[in-house]
């Protein structure tokens, strides 16, 4: 696969309010976690791929025409007390008797999300529905992706609280936009059993939140150093002059967090492709028609170009990753 070749999309301040790792890293990651897989999944997830790539960013999508989306990106743990947060009971149910549905929405529900989409993947598995299995594999895909990044475990979560806003859409879209296709790895290794999906997004979510004061701290402490004109730079975009990170800045931050960002996208990429695994391996490892003529029902395709309709009217449903 050429790098280059990876759906080039821009990401500027004016863009940066409304994605979620970032259109371009939720694609990569999906495309990249097909190669995770083993023979007996990857012959039927290989010919899919560009629908899998392109459907990463759905969920992201669908903040614009359904209010309840928002809050199954994120988990603003440090509102719950200190590292490792262990008042938060980890089973939903035990979680809503403590706290009330209502107060886990406000302050995100990402890991369960993710265990509930884990299962309902199981289950198109367990009754060969190909249609869902490539809708739901893209999606569930895209929470594990968001509960990678640090920001998405904090209510500190753009920086707006420290007069550092911007800082979002920084870390997870100008650092791989700018390095990803110069050097990041994409050699990983082969997806794994997870005999505990709920468990795993949990710890995915904590090894987040550990990771969310250096974001933070870092960058401030880097701003300090930098004047404006050299934090910041103007750059021909699709025509456009926008104003963004500049390189230099960028790079340096990188170098501070020692690679945090390229750390957790290829745990990322790891993540999805185990819990696709799982779920494959919990139906009973269904033999997969790698030739399959999947058809979408009408319903589906009027769906798909709700969520189009609704992202570029810019109708926000709730929380955006930064606002």
């Known amino acids: 696969m050429h790098r280059k070749l990876l759906f080039l999309i821009t990401f500027t301040f004016i863009h940066q309010q409304i994605f979620c790792w970032g259109f371009y890293a939720h694609k990569v990651i999906n495309h990249?976690?097909?190669?995770?897989?083993?023979?007996?999944?990857?012959?039927?997830?290989?010919?899919k791929i560009d629908f899998i790539t392109e459907h990463a960013v759905d969920p992201d999508k669908r903040?614009?025409?359904?209010?309840?989306?928002?809050?199954?990106?994120?988990?603003?743990?440090?509102?719950?007390?200190?590292?490792?947060?262990?008042?938060v009971p980890r089973r939903w149910k035990d979680a809503v008797d403590k706290f009330g549905e209502d107060s886990l929405y406000s302050h995100g529900i990402v890991p369960w999300w993710i265990n509930s989409m884990q299962q309902r993947l199981t289950n198109a598995f367990q009754q060969k529905n190909y249609p869902a299995i490539l809708k739901l594999s893209a999606e569930l895909a895209h929470y594990i992706g968001d509960a990678h990044v640090p920001l998405h475990t904090h209510n500190n979560y753009n920086g707006q609280l420290t007069?550092?806003?911007?800082?979002?859409?920084?870390?997870?879209?100008?650092?791989?936009?700018?390095?990803?296709?110069?050097?990041?790895?994409?050699?990983?290794?082969?997806?794994?059993?997870?005999?505990?999906?709920?468990?795993?997004?949990?710890?995915?979510?904590?090894?987040?939140?550990?990771?969310?004061?250096?974001?933070?701290?870092?960058?401030?402490?880097?701003?300090?150093?930098?004047?404006?004109?050299?934090?910041?730079?103007?750059?021909?975009?699709?025509g456009m002059i926008v104003k963004q990170y500049s390189s230099s800045f960028a790079i340096t931050y990188n170098d501070l967090l020692n690679d945090m960002v390229q750390r957790r996208m290829r745990q990322s990429i790891f993540a999805v492709a185990s819990l696709w695994y799982t779920a494959w391996v919990n139906a009973g490892q269904p033999q997969l028609e790698a030739n399959a003529n999947i058809q979408f029902t009408a319903s589906d395709s009027t769906a798909f170009k709700l969520l189009d309709a609704g992202w570029q009217s810019g109708k926000s449903g709730g929380r955006t990753c930064e606002n």
Request: no cysteine.
């Open 163 to 238: 007069g550092q806003q911007g800082i979002h859409g920084f870390w997870e879209s100008r650092i791989p936009e700018l390095l990803a296709e110069k050097s990041f790895d994409y050699f990983i290794g082969k997806a794994t059993y997870i005999k505990d999906p709920l468990d795993f997004a949990w710890k995915i979510v904590l090894q987040s939140a550990s990771a969310a004061d250096s974001v933070l701290l870092f960058e401030k402490r880097l701003s300090d150093q930098y004047l404006p004109d050299q934090k910041y730079a103007f750059e021909e975009r699709n």
């Open 32 to 47: 990249q976690a097909v190669f995770l897989l083993p023979p007996s999944m990857m012959g039927f997830y290989k010919p």
């Open 63 to 87: 903040r614009y025409i359904v209010t309840q989306e928002g809050p199954r990106h994120f988990i603003d743990l440090n509102t719950y007390g200190v590292y490792p947060f262990t008042n």
